[in-house]
T-cell receptor
Framework: QKEVEQNSGPLSVPEGAIASLNCTYS??????FFWYRQYSGKSPELIMS????GDKEDGRFTAQLNKASQYVSLLIRDSQPSDSATYLC????????????FGKGITLSVRP | EPEVTQTPSHQVTQMGQEVILRCVPI?????FYWYRQILGQKVEFLVS????????KSEIFDDQFSVERPDGSNFTLKIRSTKLEDSAMYFC????????????FGDGTRLSIL
């Protein structure tokens, strides 16, 4: 059974701080890694994808991947109250269908 | 920005009834998916669909479930005889390809079984 684990949280940071969200996965065959943001009652919204070891930056977001440690993280710089949401880590394998396996998510609260 | 659209946004149905959830994937996407999320739980894969046939299905996707692409734009999920435990948010997603191609999600259908 392929598992994606996220610290259950919730995580609370002050406005302007860096939020660090972590995720581990069990399947060494996992190839693609995604971070989705989900506001309460809404659908997952893609915010970052990463496929190679190292860092990938997009605006205030940085995704980090370490395949040897089976670890992927998301850093949010200059956190804003609008970043308050649940962040879902999702992985796919090399299978032809690339189904997403999701973690349970971590809820981030940014305090004004 | 093209998007995945789902209808209805909310469906209330009596247990034992059939429901059809509808999705219009992004027009040039080739891979289609259904996921569900029971309240407070993780998003779970149900089924993937490519080239007019099911590519993969999960253990959840038993004989009461079926999918269809009846025309060039719609992608439907049918639940034949609904049970209380089918109550969940159902998300449709589509992608251009597999692997590195991200999946884009619709707004979901909230299914409530009474």
């Amino acid at each position: 059974q392929k598992e994606v684990e996220q610290n259950s949280g919730p995580l609370s940071v002050p406005e302007g701080a860096i939020a660090s969200l972590n995720c581990t996965y069990s399947d060494r065959g996992s190839q693609s890694f995604f971070w989705y943001r989900q506001y309460s009652g809404k659908s997952p919204e893609l915010i970052m994808s990463i496929y190679s070891n190292g860092d990938k930056e997009d605006g205030r977001f940085t995704a980090q991947l370490n395949k040897a440690s089976q670890y992927v993280s998301l850093l949010i710089r200059d956190s804003q109250p609008s970043d308050s949401a649940t962040y879902l880590c999702a992985v796919t394998d090399t299978g032809a269908n690339s189904k997403l396996t999701f973690g349970k998510g971590i809820t981030l609260s940014v305090r004004p | 920005e093209p998007e995945v659209t789902q209808t209805p946004s909310h469906q209330v149905t009596q247990m034992g009834q059939e429901v059809i959830l509808r999705c219009v994937p992004i027009s040039n996407h080739l891979y289609f998916y259904w996921y569900r999320q029971i309240l407070g739980q993780k998003v779970e894969f149900l089924v993937s669909f490519y080239n007019n046939e099911i590519s993969e299905k999960s253990e959840i996707f038993d004989d009461q479930f079926s999918v269809e692409r009846p025309d060039g734009s719609n992608f439907t999920l049918k639940i034949r005889s609904t049970k209380l435990e089918d109550s969940a948010m159902y998300f449709c997603a589509s992608s251009l390809g597999t692997g590195n191609q991200p999946q884009h999600f619709g707004d979901g259908t909230r299914l409530s079984i009474l």
